[in-house]
């Protein structure tokens, strides 16, 4: 049966069948894949919302935050406030007559060692960079006598001082002669500097050693 056959009527009905028909097809391939993926999307969204929950949490204290790092900071920047950036054989020589003036040490002799590493850590630049940093231990040993008051007064001076500095060793006896102290004390101060510092000793520059008349008793001449 053609389609000139058809009445006008049966044609109306034709057009309405194939228009059901695409209804129908994009219904299925269109818009249930769409519910299924909105669906999808949905269990996702729901799975994610602990973990919303929680990152909302974490934004709600990042004033709190905010201010814990400024306080970490200003704690660091006091800690690194106690500690000398280098400390050499002569800030030991002076602090040895430090002592021997102010605390009444009678200092007989010294011996002193170069820095040791005795720590390495890390400390946030201002951009927050991890920056390499070692903590340094250098030591003198002093043989010397002294009183009782002249030890304790000595180790309160020693702690008291205002770069970190600390009492290794102390090995004293009682010296019958004078009715004192006789004996050692090692003592450290530890400096911090960054993971570029190398020790290398003071240049001492040439000069003329001795003195030929040392008691001014020879002339000219003589």
């Known amino acids: 049966m053609g389609l000139g056959r058809l009445s006008k009527r049966d044609i109306n009905l034709l057009l309405i069948v194939l228009g059901l028909g695409v209804t129908l097809a994009v219904y299925f391939l269109v818009f249930l894949d769409f519910t299924d993926r909105a669906e999808t999307l949905s269990a996702q969204t729901e799975s994610l919302r602990p973990r919303l929950t929680v990152l909302r949490g974490y934004e709600a204290e990042v004033p709190s935050y905010n201010k814990a790092i400024r306080e970490y900071a200003d704690f660091i920047a006091r800690e690194l406030g106690n500690y000398a950036q280098e400390v050499r054989t002569e800030d030991l020589i002076m602090y040895a007559v430090m002592l021997e ?71 004293v006896t009682f010296d019958a002669a004078t009715g004192g102290l006789v004996g050692t004390v090692t003592i ?8 570029s510092y190398v020790y290398s000793e003071t240049a ?9 008349n040392p008691f001014g008793t020879i002339r000219n001449g003589t």
Do not use: H, W
């Open 188 to 195: 450290s101060k530890i400096f911090i500097a960054d993971g």
């Open 101 to 171: 003036n102010e605390m009444k040490l009678d200092i007989a002799s010294a011996s002193f060692t170069e820095p040791i590493a005795v720590s390495e850590f890390t400390l946030p630049d201002e951009d927050g960079a991890p920056l390499p940093y070692r903590a340094y231990a250098i030591s003198m040993t002093l043989n010397s006598r002294m009183g009782y008051s002249e030890l304790k007064n000595a180790i309160d001076r020693l702690y008291a001082t205002a770069d970190r500095t600390v009492l290794d060793a102390a090995s």
């Open 204 to 212: 001492v520059p040439p000069g003329p050693l001795g003195n030929d």
